[in-house]
């Protein structure tokens, strides 16, 4: 595994918000003046986030529904642009390339996700599905694509006899092994696993595991694996980053993770795993509801939910800081001081 990145991101953040037409706008400039402020409806969903992923290594982005890692993901794989930031690929920000730099780079950059039936059209054969963008892109020839499809079908574990047939003939473990064919067939570096495996029963959710970290071997892939279950991404990273409302708290190697969990909020999402040696221990969820990314708390975005919150925590976000090397984490308890 090389040492040099094939993807940092720099500071970057995701903002959404509502586009107001004139009279909206004129409509918020009046209540500002008359002393009613309007409610600000932005949604931060990645707030200053930079992290590196190397070459050959296989990163899990772990946290609870909403804390904003499928929009990360998103960014990373260049169908959304940030809000603040850089992303940089190979060592060059995206937004800085153009022409024939900028199509390479985002076929080099793939990403599968979550819905395996949601993400194909279901008007198109299984064989356009997949063989659309090379074809497209001049990466294989009309007279080799039939041979070019059936290659990237049994890639990925389905038989190419049944290229002919649409997305709603298949099993969703078969769906999403098309949606795999057919990021391997742009042939990326890099693939984002939006929650690839969710939607998926356990058993079919290890044969794709399993294909994933055959064709890391084979095909030298990078992945950025973002999953809410920590066992998946325990089986499959080679170094963990933990989400929270938005930001980074936590980053380690995997058997670091797991074995000396620092941020509060990590701690409690192990405790939820479930594990046979305890399987007569009593589990519960963390205290109370991820706050709404309209509104964040200030200072730590976990301090309204953790059991050692001080008051220094209202008010001041802790910076991610390196506790051990390689090991990272956001909280000021690690400061030793109040």
Not at 269 to 280: D, N, T, W
């Amino acid at each position: 595994m090389s040492a040099s990145p094939i993807i940092e991101l720099r500071g970057v953040s995701k903002r959404f918000g509502p586009k107001y037409d004139a009279a909206a706008r004129l409509t918020r400039a009046i209540s500002r003046r008359l002393g009613s402020p309007p409610r600000d409806e932005t949604v931060r969903a990645v707030d200053a986030v930079s992290l590196t992923v190397n070459r050959g290594e296989v990163v899990g982005l772990v946290g609870e529904s909403g804390c904003g890692k499928s929009t990360l993901g998103r960014m990373v794989a260049g169908i959304m642009p940030p809000s603040e930031g850089e992303i940089l690929f190979k060592g060059r920000d995206v937004a800085d390339m153009n022409g024939t730099d900028t199509r390479d780079a985002k076929l080099k950059v793939q990403m599968i996700f979550q819905d395996p039936y949601a993400s194909l059209n279901p008007r198109m054969r299984v064989s356009d599905i997949v063989g659309e963008a090379p074809l497209t892109h001049g990466l294989v020839s009309r007279a080799n694509f039939e041979d070019y499809v059936d290659a990237q079908l049994s890639r990925a574990g389905l038989d190419p006899a049944f290229k002919r047939r649409y997305p709603h003939q298949f099993s969703g473990g078969q769906r999403q092994r098309i949606g795999i064919a057919r990021a391997l067939a742009v042939q990326p570096e890099f693939l984002v696993c939006d929650e690839a495996v969710a939607a998926l029963d356990v058993s079919i959710q290890a044969q794709i595991l399993n294909l994933f970290m055959d064709l890391r071997s084979e095909l030298d892939l990078t992945y950025l694996f973002i999953s809410h279950d920590l066992g998946v991404v325990e089986h499959l990273s080679d170094r963990v980053l933990i989400m929270y409302l938005g930001r980074i708290v936590e980053s380690a190697p995997t058997e670091e993770v797991f074995a000396r969990a620092n941020h509060p909020y990590t701690r409690a999402l192990l405790a939820e795993v479930p594990r046979i040696e305890a399987r007569k221990h009593r589990f519960t969820a963390i205290s109370g509801e991820i706050p709404s990314p309209l509104n964040p708390p200030p200072g730590c975005h976990f301090h309204p939910r953790c059991p050692f919150a001080m008051p220094r925590c209202a008010v001041e976000a802790p910076a991610l800081r390196e506790i051990a090397p390689g090991h990272r984490s956001a909280c000021h308890l690690n400061e030793g001081t109040a």
